[in-house]
Nanobody, 120 residues
Framework: QVQLVESGGGLVQPGGSLRLSCAAS????????MRWYRQAPGKERELVAS???????NYGDSVKGRFTISRDNAENTVYLQMNSLKPEDTAVYYC??????????????WGQGTQVTVSS
């Protein structure tokens, strides 16, 4: 059993900051990659940021310079630090992880999502 739980969403004013967390638990051998996606009302889901086991990161063009993805030392939690937030950042944010289980089989898992609303 593997579970991803997101937290940290909420309401913030434009220009403000928010930090999202995603904790993975269960029968985990290794976490190969963790990603943040978001989906706004009426929009397609988009990749926001990703980080692989070696620490390399990648960001969507719309968030470069404003968002930072990171992992803790145990490599079971991923964070998304969001600064200089804009109304267009409003969306449900989903954590995704590519996880190799102790069986050595690899799967993609999704969290339940956390709402981020940027509004005056």
């Amino acid at each position: 059993q593997v579970q991803l739980v997101e937290s940290g969403g909420g309401l913030v004013q434009p220009g403000g900051s928010l930090r999202l967390s995603c904790a993975a638990s269960g029968s985990i051998f290794s976490i190969n990659a963790m990603r943040w996606y978001r989906q706004a009302p009426g929009k397609e889901r988009e990749l926001v940021a990703s980080i692989i086991s070696g620490g390399s990161t990648n960001y969507g063009d719309s968030v470069k310079g404003r968002f930072t993805i990171s992992r803790d030392n145990a490599e079971n939690t991923v964070y998304l630090q969001m600064n200089s937030l804009k109304p267009e950042d409003t969306a449900v944010y989903y954590c995704n992880a590519e996880i190799t289980r102790r069986s050595r089989l690899t799967y993609s898992y999704w969290g339940q999502g956390t709402q981020v609303t940027v509004s005056s």
